[in-house]
């Protein structure tokens, strides 16, 4: 009930008070938030627990599998240079500073991989696909959300005009901005939208959708990648000589297997007008959002239950300082951005 009010929520923000054809408030953050204001009003809902613990290990690991339909590898080839430029030290440097900041800060090293995924690669989506990934506690995924959701709604309501400013009269270098620097698929939809009604320029809207569609790729090799690292590791920190395949996240494999199926489905498409013999354009097209759709609301029934389960008074222990790393490393990946696009592309 809550995720089907969230996606319903989340495309009246969107259609309603914004009036926009795509919701910049994501129906996950929506659903974790009505979450944890029922789970934390309503003490007598814990009688559910064994069905919330089932959406959050099973039903998540589904969404999350499904979600690689949304990632085309192919479509990297058909992306500019110039994009490829700015979002691949921007992901690489975020998430090394993300570390070296952590110990600064003190923050837990897995609610540090969780900030550092969501702001460099695709807000919610990315910390709820590598949540499992590393074994992170359910209020380290609330935190991490609550992190780039608020940094990202005030990217995506500031910097359209900071992004004229910084790159009057230059469509690529705004666009890739606003793809490169703002965390959540949705907020990035967003920020490029309100530019184009500012501004009148549909260019930046395409060049910022594409740049995040990179960002949004990375995950099947950054995650995958995370996990190894993660798994790779003995209790008392040490490096393991060996990974035990036992332990690795067996779903993020079925993430990746969905993306390549996706790739050569396309890639199919550009030679044939049938994809695996049996399936025209419309069918293809068909299946990727019916499929699409499913993941989305299967991860958003997993967060609905996160956040059920996610006690306030825990989140309240993890201080104050949480929030002041996420805004220093949401400056960060703007600086990045900006400075990448300075020295590369201008």
């Given at each position: 009930?809550?995720?089907?009010?969230?996606?319903?929520?989340?495309?009246?923000?969107?259609?309603?008070?914004?009036?926009?054809?795509?919701?910049?408030?994501?129906?996950?953050?929506?659903?974790?938030?009505?979450?944890?204001?029922?789970?934390?009003?309503?003490?007598?809902?814990?009688?559910?627990?064994?069905?919330?613990?089932?959406?959050?290990?099973?039903?998540?690991?589904?969404?999350?599998?499904?979600?690689?339909?949304?990632?085309?590898?192919?479509?990297?080839?058909?992306?500019?240079?110039?994009?490829?430029?700015?979002?691949?030290?921007?992901?690489?440097?975020?998430?090394?500073?993300?570390?070296?900041?952590?110990k600064y800060f003190?923050?837990?090293?897995?609610?540090?991989?969780?900030?550092?995924?969501?702001?460099?690669?695709?807000?919610?989506?990315?910390?709820?696909?590598t949540?499992?990934?590393?074994?992170?506690?359910?209020?380290?995924?609330?935190?991490?959300?609550?992190n780039?959701?608020?940094?990202?709604?005030?990217?995506?309501?500031?910097?359209?005009y900071?992004?004229?400013?910084?790159?009057?009269?230059?469509?690529?270098?705004?666009?890739?901005?606003?793809?490169?620097?703002?965390?959540?698929?949705?907020?990035?939809t967003?920020?490029?939208?309100?530019?184009?009604?500012?501004?009148?320029?549909?260019?930046?809207?395409n060049?910022?959708?594409?740049?995040?569609?990179?960002?949004?790729?990375?995950?099947?090799?950054?995650?995958?990648?995370?996990?190894?690292?993660?798994?790779?590791?003995?209790?008392?920190?040490?490096?393991?000589?060996?990974?035990d395949?036992?332990?690795?996240?067996?779903?993020?494999?079925?993430?990746?297997?969905?993306?390549?199926?996706?790739?050569?489905?396309?890639?199919?498409?550009n030679?044939?007008d049938?994809?695996?013999?049996?399936?025209?354009?419309?069918?293809?097209?068909?299946?990727?959002?019916?499929?699409?759709?499913?993941?989305k609301?299967?991860?958003?029934?997993?967060?609905?239950?996160?956040?059920?389960?996610?006690?306030?008074?825990?989140?309240?222990?993890?201080?104050?300082?949480?929030?002041y790393?996420?805004?220093?490393?949401?400056?960060?990946?703007?600086?990045?951005?900006?400075s990448?696009?300075?020295?590369?592309?201008?």
């Amino acid at each position: 009930m809550i995720s089907l009010f969230s996606l319903f929520l989340s495309e009246f923000l969107g259609l309603a008070l914004f009036g926009f054809s795509k919701s910049p408030i994501s129906s996950i953050t929506i659903a974790i938030f009505i979450g944890l204001l029922i789970g934390n009003t309503f003490k007598r809902i814990s009688i559910f627990d064994m069905g919330f613990q089932f959406c959050i290990k099973s039903l998540l690991k589904i969404g999350i599998i499904l979600l690689g339909i949304k990632l085309s590898f192919s479509d990297i080839l058909n992306i500019s240079y110039s994009s490829l430029v700015v979002v691949i030290p921007c992901i690489l440097i975020t998430l090394f500073s993300v570390l070296l900041l952590g110990k600064y800060f003190k923050i837990p090293k897995r609610l540090c991989i969780l900030i550092g995924v969501g702001t460099s690669i695709c807000g919610a989506t990315a910390i709820v696909a590598t949540a499992p990934a590393i074994e992170a506690e359910q209020e380290e995924v609330s935190f991490a959300i609550a992190n780039i959701t608020l940094f990202g709604l005030f990217a995506m309501l500031t910097y359209p005009y900071l992004s004229n400013f910084l790159f009057s009269n230059n469509s690529l270098a705004a666009g890739l901005f606003l793809g490169s620097s703002i965390h959540d698929t949705s907020q990035v939809t967003g920020a490029a939208m309100v530019y184009n009604e500012q501004f009148s320029d549909k260019e930046v809207l395409n060049i910022a959708i594409v740049t995040k569609l990179i960002r949004n790729t990375a995950m099947a090799i950054i995650i995958p990648f995370i996990a190894i690292r993660y798994k790779g590791k003995n209790k008392n920190n040490k490096k393991s000589k060996l990974i035990d395949l036992k332990q690795f996240p067996l779903f993020i494999l079925g993430f990746v297997f969905f993306g390549l199926f996706r790739s050569i489905g396309d890639y199919i498409l550009n030679t044939n007008d049938i994809v695996f013999g049996f399936l025209n354009l419309v069918q293809w097209d068909y299946l990727i959002y019916l499929l699409s759709m499913i993941s989305k609301f299967l991860l958003t029934v997993a967060m609905s239950a996160v956040g059920v389960t996610t006690n306030l008074k825990n989140l309240k222990k993890m201080g104050i300082e949480i929030f002041y790393f996420g805004f220093i490393v949401a400056i960060l990946v703007g600086l990045l951005s900006f400075s990448i696009i300075r020295i590369f592309i201008l």
